[in-house]
C-alpha cells in the first residue's frame, strides 16, 4: 500500500504531466494544517516551472478563479492548497493517516521507538504528519526509556500548536468562546454547539477548530488562556443538563471537589454497568484529578486504566498505570496494578512475562477480591498458553485448584474448571479433563457475558463438539460486543475460527480470522494478531494456496521471534509443513513437525500431517508414535472428525488393514461433515488402491476428491486429483472451466468493485501484491470479464 502521501503525490505528478502535454487546470489540495499540503506545494515547484502554487486559501477571490480559467488547456497548472473546501474545483483531500501509516512514520523517524510508546504518540497525532515529526522530535530520554509519561500535548516548540493558537487568536470574541467551549469538552461537537450556544455564526467562524480529534481539543485546551478556560466550564456548567459531564464542569469552578468526584465515580460505575467503558474510564480518571487522598486516588485511576482495556485502549490504560503506580504500596492496589498491566501485556508484549504478573495478581487477590483473583489465573492460563509453557499453564492449573471450594460459585468455577482441564488436556490426561471441560460447557449456559463463553468454546472444541464451540464463540463475539468488552472481541475470534475450521466451513474461518486481524490490530493487541494470521495461514495451506500461506508466515514470523509466541508459532510451522506436503517435500515437513519447543495440544492436533510426511519419508515408527498420543485424544473426546483423521492415519501405517481403515474414515468424516479432509483421505486412498493394481476402485474415489476440491475451488488440490486420476485411467481427469468464486476470490472482488488497488487489497487480505494479480486473472477467466469496471458491474 502507497505510504503516507505517496498517493496524493502520484495525483499531483499526473496533475503536472497533463500540463506538460496542453492540458494544464487547477487543482485544489484540501487538509488540515500540518497535513503535508507545504510539502507537496514544494514538490510540485521543484518538479515543473510552469506551476503556480497558492498556499493558505481560505476563499476563493475573482482573480484566483480567473487565474483557474487562464491555465486550462495550456502548458500551466494552478495548485491551489486550503483547509476548507474545493470551490467547485477538482481535488485531491490529505486524509489524516491511518494507525499503520503513522506508525510506518514513526518508524521511519526513530527507528526502534518502542512500540507501546509508538502507539501512543500516533494515537496523540491523529494521523497528522507534522505532529508525528514534531512529537518524535520532543520525546526526551526518559520516555524513550519508559521512566517517563508520555507526551500528552503537543511540545512549546510545536510549529502546529503555534499555528491552531494563532488560528483561534485570529477569531472574533464570540467564536473564541466556541472554540474554548469545544476545548475543555471534547465531546462537544459543532452541532451540539450551536444547540447550547444559539451561535451558528460564532461555530462557523471557529470551524476547523472545533475538530472533536484528541490533538486540536489537547492542543488548545493547553495553549489558551486560564480565565478563557475558565469561562468555558463556568458556561458549561450551566449549559449541559444534569448529569457526570456537567458535574465535571461545576467542579472545575467551584471548591466542593470531594463531593464532586463521590458523584463522577459513581456515575462512572453506572456507566460500567451499562457497558459504556469509554464514559467510564473518562469519569474514574476525572474522579481521580479531583479526588486528594492518594490511595483512594490510586484506586480511582486504576478503576479507569481497567475501563480503559475493556473498551480496547491498551495504550491509554497503560498510561494511566504510570501515574497510578507511583502513588501506593499496599498489597491489594499493587495487586489490581498487576491485574490490569498482565491483562495488557498478555495482547501486546511478552506472555511469559504476563504470565508472571497475571499470578502475582491472582495471589494478592485471593483474600479481599476472590472473583478479581480467579479472572486474574484464567488470564495467566491463557498467557503461559500463548507461550507454550507447560511449567507455568501447570502452576496456574495447580494454584486453581487449590484455592477452588466444594460450593464454589458458577461464575468462579468455570474459570477454576476450565484451568484444570485444559492442564489435564496438555499434559495428556484426557480421563481426568473431560469431565472439568464438560462442566465448562454446561456452566456457560448459567453464567452470563464474554468471558464465559470463550472458555466454553475452547473448552468444547477440545472435546470436540465443534457445532457447540463455534455457537459459543459466536455467542462471546456478540456479547463481548453488546456489553461494550471490546479487548475480549479478538480473542472470541480466534475460537470461531477454530470451530469453523474443525467443521471443514473454511469460508467461515476465513471471514473470522481475518475480522480477528483487524479487530485485534485497531484495538492494539499485536498477539492477538499474530494469531489470527498464523490461522488463515493454516487455512491457505489446507487448500493448497501455498503462496499465500507463506505470505501470511512471514508476516507472522518476526513478531513470534520477538515475543516468544509459541502457540502461534506452532500453527505457523504447522501450515508450513501442510505447504511442504503440498509441494512434495515430506521431509521438510517432518522435520518442522518434529518441533523440540512447540504448544503440546498443537502439536497432537497437526499429528496427521506429521504421520503422513512420516510415512512419505519411509518412518512409520516416528508417525506412529505421534499418532498414539493423537488416538488417546481423540478416543477420549469421540469426536467423529478426529476419529476419521486417526483412521485415515491408521491406514497409511498398517498396509495389511488399510481397506477397513480407510472405510471407516470416509464414513466418519461423512458423519461430521468435513468435506475437505474428506476428500484428501479419498486422494489417499485412490493412490493407494491405483499402486495397489485396482484402478476402477481408485477412479470411484478420485472423481469423489475433484468433486470435492473443486466445490471448494482449491486448485492445487484438483490438478493433484485430476492427475491420479488420469493415472487411474480415466481421461475425464482434464481440467474444466468452474463459473464459482472462492471465498477469498469473493472478497477480493468485492474490494475491487469498493474501488481498491491491488496494493490495498494486498494488505487488507494479508496477501502477496503477486497473489491479488494471480486470483484477479483467475477472477476474470471464471466470470468472463475483462477489466474492473466490467467486474464491479457484474457484482452490482
Not at 495451506?541 to 502457540?567: C, F, M, P, W
Request: neutral net charge; hydrophobic residues 45%; proline residues 4%.
Amino acid at each position: 500500500m502507497l505510504r503516507g502521501r505517496d498517493r496524493q503525490r502520484v495525483a499531483v505528478d499526473a496533475f503536472l504531466r497533463r500540463a506538460r502535454t496542453g492540458n494544464g487546470s487547477a487543482l485544489v489540495l484540501r487538509g488540515e494544517p500540518g497535513s503535508g499540503k507545504s510539502a507537496l506545494l514544494e514538490h510540485a515547484r521543484r518538479s515543473y516551472d510552469a506551476v503556480l502554487c497558492v498556499d493558505d486559501v481560505r476563499d476563493l477571490d475573482d482573480d484566483l478563479r480567473q487565474l483557474a480559467a487562464d491555465v486550462t488547456g495550456t502548458t500551466a497548472a494552478l495548485l491551489i492548497a486550503t483547509e476548507t473546501a474545493t470551490f467547485g474545483l477538482p481535488g485531491v483531500v490529505l486524509e489524516p493517516l491511518d494507525r499503520t501509516a503513522s506508525l510506518q512514520v514513526l518508524d521511519d523517524l526513530l527507528p526502534g521507538l518502542p512500540p507501546a510508546l509508538a502507539v501512543d504518540l500516533a494515537e496523540l497525532a491523529c494521523g497528522n504528519p507534522l505532529a508525528l515529526r514534531e512529537l518524535a522530535g520532543s520525546l526526551t530520554s526518559g520516555q524513550l526509556g519508559g521512566t517517563a509519561p508520555p507526551p500528552d500535548v503537543l511540545p512549546e516548540s510545536s510549529t502546529l500548536r503555534a499555528r491552531l493558537l494563532a488560528r483561534f487568536e485570529s477569531l472574533s470574541p464570540r467564536a473564541r468562546h466556541v472554540a474554548a467551549l469545544a476545548a475543555v469538552d471534547d465531546e462537544l461537537t459543532a452541532e451540539a454547539l450551536v444547540r447550547l450556544t444559539g451561535d451558528l455564526d460564532a461555530v462557523t467562524e471557529a470551524g476547523t477548530l472545533l475538530d472533536p480529534r484528541r490533538l486540536v481539543r489537547s492542543t488548545l485546551h493547553t495553549s489558551i488562556a486560564a480565565a478563557a478556560r475558565f469561562q468555558a466550564h463556568a458556561a458549561l456548567a450551566e449549559l449541559l443538563p444534569p448529569g457526570p459531564r456537567r458535574t465535571w464542569h461545576s467542579a472545575m469552578t467551584s471548591g466542593d471537589a470531594a463531593e464532586h468526584a463521590d458523584a463522577l465515580a459513581a456515575g462512572a460505575e453506572q456507566a460500567r454497568r451499562r457497558g459504556d467503558f469509554a464514559t467510564a474510564a473518562r469519569d474514574h480518571g476525572r474522579a481521580a484529578q479531583l479526588t486528594t487522598d492518594q490511595e483512594e486516588k490510586a484506586r480511582r485511576l486504576l478503576r479507569a486504566a481497567a475501563d480503559h482495556w475493556a473498551r480496547g485502549a491498551p495504550h491509554r490504560s497503560r498510561a494511566v498505570l504510570r501515574t497510578a503506580v507511583r502513588m501506593t504500596d499496599t498489597v491489594e492496589l499493587r495487586a489490581l496494578m498487576d491485574l490490569v498491566a498482565g491483562g495488557i501485556d498478555l495482547g501486546e508484549s511478552l506472555p511469559d512475562v504476563a504470565a508472571d504478573r497475571l499470578i502475582r495478581a491472582a495471589r494478592g487477590l485471593v483474600g479481599t477480591q476472590r472473583g478479581l483473583a480467579v479472572a486474574a489465573l484464567g488470564f495467566a492460563g491463557e498467557a503461559a498458553s500463548i507461550a507454550g509453557d507447560p511449567r507455568r499453564h501447570t502452576a496456574v492449573a495447580e494454584l486453581a485448584r487449590s484455592i477452588r471450594r466444594p460450593d464454589e460459585h458458577p461464575v468462579t468455577r468455570l474459570t477454576l474448571d476450565h484451568l484444570i482441564g485444559m492442564s489435564a488436556t496438555l499434559s495428556g490426561r484426557h480421563d481426568e479433563a473431560l469431565p472439568a471441560l464438560r462442566a465448562v460447557v454446561e456452566l456457560a449456559a448459567r453464567v452470563p457475558g464474554p468471558q464465559a463463553r470463550i472458555w466454553a468454546s475452547q473448552a468444547a472444541y477440545v472435546l470436540g463438539d465443534a457445532t457447540r464451540s463455534y455457537e459459543l464463540a459466536t455467542g462471546a463475539v456478540t456479547a463481548a460486543r453488546e456489553s461494550g468488552y471490546t479487548a475480549l472481541v479478538p480473542w472470541a475470534l480466534v475460537y470461531r475460527a477454530l470451530s469453523a475450521l474443525l467443521l471443514d466451513q473454511h469460508a467461515a474461518a476465513l471471514t473470522a480470522a481475518t475480522e480477528g486481524v483487524h479487530a485485534a490490530t485497531a484495538v492494539g493487541q499485536h498477539n492477538a494478531v499474530v494469531d489470527h494470521l498464523t490461522i488463515l495461514a493454516l487455512l491457505a495451506a489446507l487448500r493448497g494456496d501455498s503462496e499465500t500461506a507463506l505470505h501470511r508466515i512471514d508476516t507472522a514470523t518476526e513478531h513470534i521471534t520477538e515475543r516468544g509466541l509459541i502457540r502461534p508459532g506452532t500453527f505457523g510451522a504447522w501450515a508450513f509443513a501442510c505447504v511442504d506436503l503440498a509441494r512434495d517435500r515430506p521431509a521438510d515437513a517432518l522435520d518442522r513437525l518434529r518441533l523440540h519447543h512447540g504448544h503440546a495440544g498443537i502439536k497432537v492436533m497437526a499429528a496427521p500431517h506429521l504421520v503422513e510426511a512420516a510415512v512419505a519419508c519411509g518412518k512409520p515408527s516416528t508417525g506412529d508414535r505421534a499418532l498414539r498420543r493423537y488416538e488417546k485424544w481423540a478416543g477420549a473426546t469421540g469426536s467423529a472428525a478426529r476419529l476419521a483423521l486417526s483412521h485415515r492415519c491408521r491406514a497409511l501405517l498398517e498396509a495389511g488393514t488399510a481397506d477397513e481403515h480407510f472405510a471407516e474414515a470416509i464414513r466418519l468424516h461423512r458423519a461430521s461433515g468435513t468435506a475437505l479432509e474428506l476428500a484428501k483421505t479419498e486422494l489417499l486412498y485412490g493412490n493407494r488402491l491405483r499402486r495397489g493394481r485396482r484402478p476402477k476402485a481408485a477412479r470411484e474415489h478420485l472423481r469423489d476428491a475433484v468433486r470435492i476440491f473443486e466445490s471448494y475451488q482449491a486448485d492445487h488440490w484438483v490438478e493433484r486429483a485430476r492427475a491420479e486420476l488420469r493415472a487411474a485411467g480415466d481421461p475425464t481427469g482434464e481440467p474444466k472451466d468452474h463459473p464459482g468464486l472462492t471465498p477469498q476470490q469473493a472478497q477480493i472482488a468485492a474490494l475491487v468493485a469498493e474501488g481498491a488497488t491491488n496494493r490495498e487489497i494486498a494488505a487488507r487480505l494479508f496477501l502477496s501484491h503477486r497473489t491479488v494479480e494471480h486470483h484477479l486473472r483467475n477472477i476474470f477467466a471464471r466470470l468472463g470479464v475483462r477489466s474492473r469496471v466490467e467486474l464491479t458491474r457484474r457484482l452490482d
